[in-house]
Every structure is written in structure tokens, then in C-alpha cells.
């Protein structure tokens, strides 16, 4: 096996536990948006992404994708607001 092949499998692995863990967080999101829709909660709180971007940001271990990996959380929780609406 090549050097691409062995890190294309690699990566396949990652993605699918990566679409794992999305479908739960939307799963989880969308029963949020229900609590919050019962107790009149607004669907965006900017303290909140606040805290998910500094732990997520606690998280990553090389330096390079503290960036990358923020953005890609702040789309993540910008479809998450969609989906809680």
C-alpha cells in the first residue's frame, strides 16, 4: 500500500467518527432549541459560542490548527443555530 492509499484509509476512519459525533451534537442541539423554544430562550448566545471556542481551542494539540479547527466550530454551531430554530 502506498503512502497516499495508507492516509486516504486514515483519514476515511477519522471521517467516520467524526459524522458519529456530529449527528449526536446536532441530535443534542436540536433538543436544546426545544428547551429553549418552551422557556422563550433566545436561539444564539455569543457567551456561549464564546466558551465552546476556547475549549475546543484547549483541545488541540498542534498549534497549526487552533485556526482551521475554530473555524470549522464556527460553522458547525452557525448550522446548529438553523437546526434549533
Do not use: C, W
Not at 36 to 53: A, F
Not at 62 to 68: G, Y
Amino acid at each position: 500500500m502506498d503512502k497516499i492509499t495508507e492516509h486516504r484509509l486514515n483519514i476515511d476512519k477519522s471521517d467516520s467518527v467524526i459524522v458519529k459525533a456530529l449527528e449526536e451534537r446536532l441530535k443534542n442541539a436540536i433538543e436544546i432549541g426545544l428547551i429553549k423554544k418552551e422557556k422563550g430562550l433566545p436561539i444564539y448566545n455569543p457567551e456561549r459560542e464564546k466558551i465552546v471556542l476556547e475549549h475546543i481551542k484547549s483541545l488541540v494539540k498542534d498549534d497549526r490548527f487552533i485556526e482551521p479547527i475554530q473555524k470549522i466550530y464556527q460553522f458547525i454551531m452557525d448550522v446548529t443555530k438553523d437546526l434549533e430554530k
